[in-house]
């Protein structure tokens, strides 16, 4: 199994920032990619980046040039960044990551959450 540690998020007023961190750990024998995600109340989960292993970055156009999505894979950790935050960006954000637990097998694996709140 691999367990997904989050930290960071909280309330913050517009035009603040906020710094997320999600630490992977367990039966890890390759991370592919780790991201995040988030859902607002009444919405559905939507990607908002991702880092592969060799760096390539894919994020919703609602976050470019706001959001900075960083990967450390010495330490199976992944760190976002977000700046210039909205009330928009209010929701709870997941960490995600695609790890292959033995040379053969893969999954997604999902952290438990951490709300974002910005205030106008």
């Known amino acids: 199994q691999v367990q997904l540690v989050e930290s960071g998020g909280g309330l913050v007023q517009a035009g603040g920032s906020l710094s997320l961190s999600c630490a992977a750990s367990?039966?890890?024998?390759?991370?592919?990619?780790m991201g995040w995600y988030r859902q607002a109340p009444g919405k559905q989960r939507e990607l908002v980046a991702s880092?592969?292993?060799?760096?390539?970055?894919n994020s919703a156009d609602s976050v470019k040039g706001r959001f900075a999505i960083s990967r450390d894979n010495a330490k199976n950790m992944v760190r976002l960044q977000m700046n210039s935050l909205n009330p928009e960006d209010t929701a709870d954000y997941y960490c995600?990551?695609?790890?292959?637990?033995?040379?053969?097998?893969?999954?997604?694996?999902w952290g438990q959450g951490t709300q974002v709140t910005v205030s106008s």
């Open positions: 880092i592969n292993a060799g760096g390539g970055i």
């Open positions: 367990g039966s890890i024998f390759r991370i592919i990619a």
């Open positions: 995600n990551a695609r790890v292959y637990t033995t040379p053969q097998e893969w999954g997604d694996y």
